[in-house]
């Protein structure tokens, strides 16, 4: 087991190059399997989450060799097993090789899902999907067993706009009999990325990134390149930090667009921001204005940067407010920061922040991904040491974030205990 200990009070300058997205990475691995050829994807992280999607491939037998940022994946000798709570329970999206094997076998067999304790996370979403594609879902001793005869295409409408069931009904569908309609599908530049690299193999997919996604079946799909788009929730934790404590902090390699909401919110309190093609440069600014925020889904406020963006409100002068819609348990950092400092009460999904506060170093908990960036970030700013533990839900989805901090000025390092 890992902890972080960050001394705080540093600013820090000069280059954070963003990785590749770590939502995309870990549909586009399973995604993989559906080729009858060898497929490449570069620009993937080295997050915890990515290595897990590997031991599945290898546990399926499926041949895969990591080099750097690129995975060559080559699936002719699948074999379709069930993928048991070791690896299901250890990481959520695990089951997009629920889609992909259905997809390509007609039949996938998998104990439920684990991830962040943030709240009620059902995939019934995907399930009704997967049946109204032709298949049968029964749940049998934790475990869901999907089987169908045959996939055929279908006019299916999410009744909420979610990643997963978006992705993983895709996924399904790529090579059923005739054309599969997904209504209100969700927009996330993620599901784009995915979609991409399906027809980048020989899928026929169309309108990925609006509420309305057509798949046309077809029978096979080829070798193909692919590279993963820049992980927009990462940069958007750096640009966060860099608004904190940050001195011209340049964080290279991203798509600005798909950060907006983001950058709007920092323009209205007062960040200094310096917005390019392909990066932003952030400074601290002396007097933050306070703000409300409510997160949704894309392209609204994303969820995934509540966390560390309320560090940032507890900087502002005024009231602020957050207030979280889509998952019930995104507040989970909150008690830490108050313990270092923070003035916040949390009432009915909304946050109530009156700044700005001293925060001063103390001992917590990263109790999820996000939480643990905003726990970072605020051992950034404050007076002493910080001390965080339970950090292997932080090494899930920031790549080399040790050096990456490390590299700019910040005073972070990482023990075993």
Same mark, same amino acid.
């Given at each position: ?19 590749? =997205?770590?939502?995309? /990475? ?5 995604? +993989? ?7 490449? %994807? ?45 690896? /299901?329970?250890?990481?959520? =999206? ?34 009704? !999907? ?17 089987? =169908? ?35 209100? =599908?969700?927009?996330?530049?993620? %599901? ?40 927009? %929730? ?26 907006? /909401? ?55 002068? !005024?009231? /602020? ?56 970030? +605020?051992?950034?700013? +404050? ?35």
């Amino acid at each position: 087991m890992k902890l972080l200990e960050i001394t705080g009070g540093n600013t820090l300058s000069g280059t954070i190059r963003i990785s590749g =997205a770590k939502n995309s /990475s870990v549909a586009l691995i399973p995604a +993989a399997i559906l080729s009858d050829e060898e497929v490449t %994807i570069c620009n993937v992280p080295e997050i915890s989450d990515t290595d897990t999607l590997c031991e599945i491939l290898d546990y399926l037998n499926v041949e895969n060799k990591r080099a750097s940022e690129s995975i060559v994946i080559n699936p002719n000798n699948l074999e379709n097993k069930e993928i048991g709570e070791n690896y /299901s329970k250890k990481l959520r =999206a695990s089951y997009y090789f629920m889609g992909a094997l259905l997809g390509k076998y007609k039949k996938a067999v998998m104990h439920f899902p684990g991830g962040c304790s943030i709240g009620a996370r059902p995939i019934d979403l995907h399930l009704k !999907g997967f049946e109204a594609l032709g298949a049968k879902v029964t749940n049998e001793k934790n475990k869901y067993i999907v089987e =169908a005869e045959e996939l055929k295409g279908a006019n299916i409408y999410l009744d909420i706009a979610s990643v997963g069931a978006t992705i993983n009904i895709m996924l399904a569908a790529v090579r059923a009999k005739g054309t599969t309609v997904i209504d209100n =599908a969700a927009k996330e530049p993620e %599901i784009v990325n995915v979609a991409t690299f399906l027809n980048n193999m020989g899928a026929k997919i169309t309108g990925a990134g609006t509420s309305t996604i057509k798949i046309t079946g077809v029978d096979t799909l080829h070798k193909c390149f692919h590279e993963v788009i820049p992980d927009r %929730i990462e940069a958007g934790t750096y640009i966060l930090i860099g608004a904190l404590c940050g001195n011209q902090l340049k964080i290279d390699n991203i798509i600005p667009e798909h950060i907006d /909401s983001l950058l709007s919110k920092l323009e209205e309190i007062g960040t200094e921001l310096e917005i390019g093609a392909d990066y932003v440069i952030v400074s601290k600014s002396d007097r933050y204005k306070s703000t409300n925020i409510k997160t949704a889904v894309y392209p609204g406020f994303p969820t995934d940067l509540q966390q560390p963006f309320t560090v940032l409100l507890t900087q502002c002068n !005024g009231k /602020s407010k957050v207030m979280e819609t889509i998952w019930e348990n995104r507040f989970m950092h909150v008690p830490y920061l108050i313990q270092m400092g923070a003035d916040i009460t949390v009432k009915n999904q909304t946050a109530t922040i009156i700044g700005p506060t001293a925060l001063t170093g103390s001992e917590v908990v990263a109790t999820d991904l996000r939480a643990g960036a905003a726990l970072v970030a +605020a051992a950034l700013i +404050a007076d002493g040491k910080t001390r965080i533990t339970n950090i292997e839900h932080i090494l899930r989805g920031y790549e080399n974030i040790v050096e990456k901090l490390t590299s700019v000025g910040a005073k972070i390092e990482s023990h075993e205990i």
